[in-house]
């Protein structure tokens, strides 16, 4: 093979940092549809990194390069579009800085802490995902017009990036319980959505799908409504 196997996972870490700085580009010329779509592709490869990891190994960079990725698509490209809608203002400066921190916070606690407590189940994270928090800031941003309102959901997403309060990994938990059929109709939907998104540009509307997939995520992805779903069937 012309790559080696460790590599996989790197790879796919650099593709999600590409997206991430294609995103801020985009934020800079106005093109906010755009970036957002950029951010929901790095998520993509963000999904299949750990798990590229765990199959074929790594590099001992590749942690870090994962997180830096992470940092750049979920923490700073957010965070600048906040600062960019807010016409760079003081309070808007402000959000988009909470926001980074929030997220920064959320990355260094999973790798010093989080991977170490015995106590956090197999599969769950302690507290809201950066991927997840980067969706619903995005559509709240580009769905509310009322700029105050996308503002107090920034804020409250925030908190439970710092949060104690579980969820489970989308990929490792999530994805394998979906049948294999019904992932690749998703898969096709998907695309077809991104590609009239890219067409009619609509802020709106594209908001709104990511707030529709945060909201599937959040309830299907907190981890005591997923045990019992798990355990009873119900």
Known sequence: KAIPNR?????????NLLCGILGIALVFQGHYVLAALAILAGQVFDLFDGRMAEKHGGTRFGPWLDDIADLTSFGLCPALLMSELGRFSPHAVVLGALYFLAVTFRLWRFVIQDKRDRDIPKGAFNGLPSPAGALVALG?????????????????????????IRFVHFGRVILPLIPRSVVILLGFLVLLI?????KVRDPRMLGGVL????????LAGNYRVLSRFVRTGD
């Open 140 to 164: 709240a941003l580009l769905f509310w017009r009322d700029i105050w309102i996308s503002w107090v959901v920034i804020c409250a997403t925030s908190f439970l990036l710092v949060s104690h």
């Open 194 to 198: 991104a590609a009239y998104l890219i």
């Open 211 to 218: 707030l529709g997939l945060f909201a599937v995520y959040g």
């Open 7 to 15: 590599l996989y996972a790197d790879i796919l870490s650099i593709l």
